[in-house]
């Protein structure tokens, strides 16, 4: 890799870490926003389910936002869209900030944070493939592992951004004054981080690989998506099946264990800052999974590293949570083994051709995220009334699904192919 590659490399990650912060700093705040923006007397758990009902609109609003950036990036360029997000993004989240609550506009309130963190889904739809897809197109073939791990590490970086806010407001204020006013701190943070990322986006450059397509007028001669569906159907299956799993494992173990664990009897303080330690060692493990599955393939890289993931979510959830004192470390080795979502892009952008790539990641990604992403803060809680480890069971159940890719994938050969 050459120094102009590091440098695209460090640009996008440190944009889309800031880019990411905004999208979910909504769910380290869920129970406060629970409380201001849904009438009072509601019961605690229904307003539960009715806050991460619009944490998970964010994710059902993403495939619209991310087909129609991708269609023009296909067509226009990558950069334009990877640019056009973060506006998007940072305009949101500011009016987050700025919000009343219901106790000054009644209904009105949860209907606008509503809309807002649905401009959030697709400013987000568009952002994450469009920045797999830029530094893997700009770095060499033999290292687009480590491009797409360390970009992935960067937007992860997001949500330990996120968390660490979180946590030290929860620190230095009293509950009463974060519900008052300090809840919009990270709000108006995220506008600003909003802000420093259209910066960083103007310094980057068109990839090569786009900029040929051009000049030798390679680019799609129809619709990009229509291309998709018709010629690469299994791409696309492959590409859904490993984003569920991206996306219920993240949501599950990093985005919503915190607030779960609450209702389990687990100190605020003491979750929050535990997240905070495991969201850091998913941000090393992302990177150390691009460079793994760069030596050994994407099809070994699942089956081994899912099944190692298992294992530690499954010690995390019983004993780490039973335990206090294995609570942080169980917790840490979780969110290190998480990091095997780094490879997932690796895969996606191999199985599409340049000509259509961004289309195909991003239908692919976009509409299994929202389904997932979208249904798994909704029906997680519910089922654990029904059995207290549904979560659990539920993630077991996601690391089938990445060995069975895995091994699909060793067979096959597929995605073997440089970019």
């Not at 779960?260 to 090393?284: C, D, K, P, S, W």
């Not at 530690?312 to 095997?340: C, E, H, N, R």
Request: glycine letters at 12%; a positive charge.
């Amino acid at each position: 890799m050459t120094a102009g590659d590091y440098k695209t490399l460090v640009l996008a990650a440190l944009g889309g870490a800031l880019e990411f912060y905004d999208f979910i700093i909504f769910v380290f705040f869920a129970n406060v926003l629970g409380a201001l923006f849904f009438p009072p007397e509601m019961p605690d758990a229904l307003r539960q389910v009715q806050t991460f009902g619009i944490f998970a609109a964010g994710y059902l609003a993403r495939p619209l936002g991310g087909i129609v950036m991708a269609h023009f990036g296909d067509l226009l360029g990558r950069k334009r869209m990877f640019t056009f997000s973060i506006i998007l993004m940072a305009a949101s989240t500011l009016g987050m900030g700025l919000l009343p609550t219901y106790s000054q506009i009644s209904i009105g309130a949860p209907i606008l944070l509503l809309l807002l963190r649905i401009v959030q889904g697709a400013a987000i739809g568009g952002e994450v493939p469009g920045a797999w897809v830029f530094v893997a197109e700009h770095v060499p073939v033999r290292r687009v592992g480590y491009a797409c791990g360390t970009l992935t590490a960067g937007l992860t970086a997001g949500i330990l951004l996120g968390s660490f806010v979180a946590t030290v407001l929860n620190h230095v204020y009293a509950p009463a004054e974060i519900a008052a006013w300090a809840w919009r701190v990270p709000f108006l943070l995220g506008g600003a981080f909003g802000l420093m990322s259209i910066y960083l986006r103007l310094l980057l450059s068109e990839t090569p690989i786009f900029l040929e397509l051009k000049a030798r007028k390679g680019l799609a001669a129809e619709l990009p998506l229509k291309t998709v569906v018709r010629d690469h159907r299994s791409a696309i299956i492959v590409s859904m099946l490993l984003t569920w799993m991206l996306s219920g494992i993240i949501v599950l173990i990093i985005l919503m264990t915190p607030a779960l664990l609450q209702h389990q009897g687990v100190a605020r303080e003491a979750i929050m800052q535990a997240n905070t330690v495991a969201t850091f060692f998913l941000t090393i493990g992302c990177i150390v999974g691009g460079l793994i599955i760069d030596r050994i393939g994407p099809g070994r890289f699942f089956t081994v590293g899912c099944g190692l993931l298992a294992i530690g979510a499954s010690l995390f959830y019983t004993a780490g949570v039973a335990d206090p004192s294995l609570l942080m470390p169980l917790y840490a080795v979780t969110g290190l083994l998480v990091g095997i979502v780094g490879g997932v892009p690796v895969v996606m952008v191999r199985v599409f051709p340049a000509a259509v790539r961004f289309s195909g990641l991003s239908f692919s990604y976009n509409v299994a995220y929202a389904v997932s992403g979208g249904l798994t803060p909704v029906i997680i809680p519910p089922l654990m009334l029904i059995h207290p480890l549904a979560h659990l069971y539920y993630l077991l159940f996601l690391c089938l699904i990445g060995i069975g890719v895995g091994i699909w994938l060793v067979r096959s050969g597929v995605a073997a192919n440089p970019v």
